[in-house]
């Protein structure tokens, strides 16, 4: 198959859809991969570790599309690439239709083959191409956190791991799923106190039995909530209903609760986030502060650091990607039944149904 890797055009994307060990591995296969020069800059590889692996490199993204039988990418595509796509060329990439009308009509128009990294699903129905993302982004929480806690960036002014003779900072994590167990792992090796939350027993369960006596768990509900907001430093809300809007643990009445200077990172901002006062914000302007509370809430932390989180992405995506080249899409779904859940739209037909009842399409448009 010949196997296309544009780079990235929406506003401050780094990553790239492949690494050149993936490139090394599909061409191993007796596929042919172009890759438009620079792609992968901002991820730290270079044309030539790209030419190395194997690949061709082309001048222009119009090239790289026009001669690929499958485009592997990260972001969903904007504007300007909606014509690029031509009529039965897989586009393997997070595509998110249901927050997007204008997306999902242009893929339907162009008759491509859409297949979501956010939709594949294992057997257990986990998300094996959103995990890493969520990794990185509860790492990053704490790293995050920590800063924003400086007294010159308006925070409390604290030590997360605290020094001989004075106590370690207060960590306060709200769901123990991906991003809230590496949260509180980070935190906890940072040497701070950690409290973690959930509601699944299991979950706390499972924390409780893999992390040190400085990580406790109590189950989530208001009263502990509001008992422990009053004396954490950093709080992070990892907390995730599947396909609904995240609950609001914190309300803004809460925030006069917590001692001024006290940091927040909303990781759950990407569905509404759990704190009432959480909206969206970016790297380029990642805090605001309400009742004298630091607010971080970026809706694309892993876009921060492009080199871990390229890797860390086209780690999972590639064996998916082989697939797909060495078999073709339909042999491909038909015996991976994770990738067949990936599948959106067809040759202009929605054949994923949450599409349609996200903008309340009975049939799909042709
Ligand atoms: N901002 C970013 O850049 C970024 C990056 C990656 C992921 N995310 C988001 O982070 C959120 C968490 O993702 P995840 O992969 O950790 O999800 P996950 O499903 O692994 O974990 C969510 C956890 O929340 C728990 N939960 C549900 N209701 C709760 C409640 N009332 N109190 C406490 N816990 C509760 C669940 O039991 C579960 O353990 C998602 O919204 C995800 O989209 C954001």
Redesign the pocket.
Known sequence: MIVGIPKEIKNNESRVGMTPAGVFELVKNNHKVYVQSDAGEGSGFYNQDYQKAGAVILDTIGQVYAISEMIVKVKEPIEEEYNLIQKGQIVFTYFHFASSEALTKAMIKQKGICIAYETVEDEEGTLPL?TP??EV?GRMAIQQGARYLEKPVKGRGVLLGGVPGVAPGRVLV???????IQAAKMAAGLGAHVTV????MK?LRYVNDVMPPHVVTEF?NEFNIRKHIKNHDLIIG????KGAK??N?ITRDMLKEMRPGTVIVD?????GGCVETTRPTTHEDPIYIIDDVVHYS?????GAVPCTSTIALTNVTLPYALKLANLGWEAACEKDASLKKGLNIVEGEIVYQEIKEAFGWEEAIV
Do not use: F, Y
Request: charged fraction near 10%; hydrophobic fraction near 60%.
């Open positions: 959103l993302m969520s982004a709200l769901g123990a799923g991906v991003v809230g939350l959930d509601i699944n979950r989530s990892g907390v995730l209903l995240a609950p643990l990781v759950a901002v990407d569905q970026v809706a694309n932390m892993p």
